[in-house]
C-alpha cells in the first residue's frame, strides 16, 4: 500500500525543472511540516506503544501470581 502512495505522490508532483523557486521552497516547507507531524505522531505512538507494554507486564505479572495462588489452594484442599 505505501509503495503504491508513493508511486501515485510522485505521478503529482511536477519535476523541479518545471518549478519555479517559489513552488520549490513552499514544496520543502510543506514536506519539512509534514516531517514534523509525522515525527509527532510517532512520538505519541511510541508512547502509547509503552504503556500498553507496562500494562501486559503487570497483567502478566499478575496471572502468574493468581496461577500461585491457585495451586497453593488446590493443595492445601
Given at each position: 500500500?505505501?509503495k503504491?502512495?508513493?508511486?501515485?505522490?510522485?505521478?503529482m508532483?511536477p519535476?523541479a525543472?518545471?518549478?519555479?523557486?517559489?513552488e520549490?521552497?513552499?514544496?520543502v516547507?510543506?514536506?519539512m511540516?509534514?516531517?514534523?507531524?509525522i515525527?509527532?505522531?510517532?512520538?505519541?505512538?511510541?508512547?502509547?506503544l509503552?504503556?500498553e507494554?507496562?500494562?501486559?507486564?503487570?497483567l502478566?505479572?499478575?496471572?502468574?501470581?493468581?496461577k500461585?495462588?491457585?495451586?497453593?489452594?488446590?493443595?492445601k484442599?
Amino acid at each position: 500500500i505505501f509503495k503504491d502512495e508513493v508511486n501515485q505522490s510522485d505521478q503529482m508532483v511536477p519535476s523541479a525543472g518545471s518549478m519555479s523557486h517559489e513552488e520549490l521552497r513552499q514544496a520543502v516547507v510543506a514536506m519539512m511540516l509534514r516531517k514534523d507531524s509525522i515525527q509527532d505522531q510517532n512520538t505519541k505512538l511510541e508512547g502509547m506503544l509503552q504503556h500498553e507494554m507496562e500494562t501486559s507486564s503487570t497483567l502478566r505479572a499478575e496471572i502468574e501470581e493468581l496461577k500461585i495462588q491457585y495451586a497453593v489452594k488446590n493443595e492445601k484442599e
